[in-house]
């Protein structure tokens, strides 16, 4: 059967909402019979949507279930998507859950490479999933997430316990951690990672790489049209 499942929706920034969930439900020829993490965009109040991007960016080819994804949004507009991944990560060959997570900084129309959350995640035999997320306003992420130890049982039972992580990222030190979309080491604009660790692009609110402008935002009201070019009399949009 194929199924979509985990759905959540946020709001990014004026007419921008996201969602994203797990899904089989997209094309056995283009993403395989596994399951996988989407999102959708819409940039008018939720009245449209468009098509599905797969959040794991190696959704055409990685063959492993992809599944139970939260999704925050943080003050800046920034999304992120944590989900459960069975996949193989060197241990042996042993194949259990673990964390990932994926960042947007454009809306969720491109999505950063999935990155583990849970530490020693290639070597450890620990099923890590069921993610959840929480964002401040200082942009700091917290992620929350089930851990059972191989083989840990009390009384006949399965016992889960909860872990916490917060991302304490530090942009500019080279090291692409949760919550960013890059890192180069350094903090100039234009090079293809932005200063606030996002990737250059327009809608990340970095004007950078030729743009007029760019406030994060597609409204093409309010003096920097969506196409991060300032709006003027002549181009075509009252």
């Known amino acids: 059967p194929r199924y979509s499942s985990n759905t959540e929706v946020r709001h990014v920034t004026d007419d ?15 993403y395989g019979i596994d399951e996988d993490v989407f999102s959708l965009r ?18 055409r080819e990685d063959g492993a279930t992809d599944t139970s994804s939260a999704l925050s949004v943080d003050d800046a507009g920034r999304a ?35 990155a ?3 530490p020693g995640a290639d070597i450890d035999t620990d099923y890590d999933g069921a993610p959840r997320l929480l964002a401040d306003e200082r942009g700091t992420w917290l992620a929350l ?12 039972r399965v016992v889960d316990n909860t872990v916490v992580a917060i991302s304490g990222h530090e942009c500019g030190n080279g ?3 949760v919550g960013e979309a890059c890192d180069d080491g350094n903090t100039s ?5 932005d200063s606030d660790c996002s990737i250059t692009t327009c809608g990340n609110g970095v004007v950078a790489g030729g743009e007029e402008c760019d ?11 969506s196409s991060c070019v300032a709006a003027t009399c002549g181009d075509g949009i009252i």
Do not use: M, Y
């Open 16 to 30: 921008r909402w996201i969602t994203a969930f797990s899904s089989s439900a997209f094309g056995e020829d283009i």
């Open 42 to 59: 819409s940039t008018d109040g939720g009245v449209t949507w468009g098509e599905p991007i797969p959040v794991n960016t190696d959704a």
């Open 80 to 114: 992120i998507v944590a989900w459960e991944s069975f996949r193989p990560l060197g241990n042996d060959g042993h194949i259990d859950a673990d964390v990932f997570a994926a960042v947007s900084t454009d809306g969720g129309a491109t999505w950063s490479a999935p």
């Open 116 to 118: 583990t959350v849970n």
């Open 145 to 156: 997430w089930q851990r059972r130890a191989d083989g840990q049982r009390r009384g006949g």
């Open 175 to 177: 090291v692409v951690e």
């Open 189 to 193: 604009d234009d090079d293809g990672c």
């Open 215 to 225: 406030d994060s935002n597609g409204n093409d009201e309010d003096g920097c049209l």
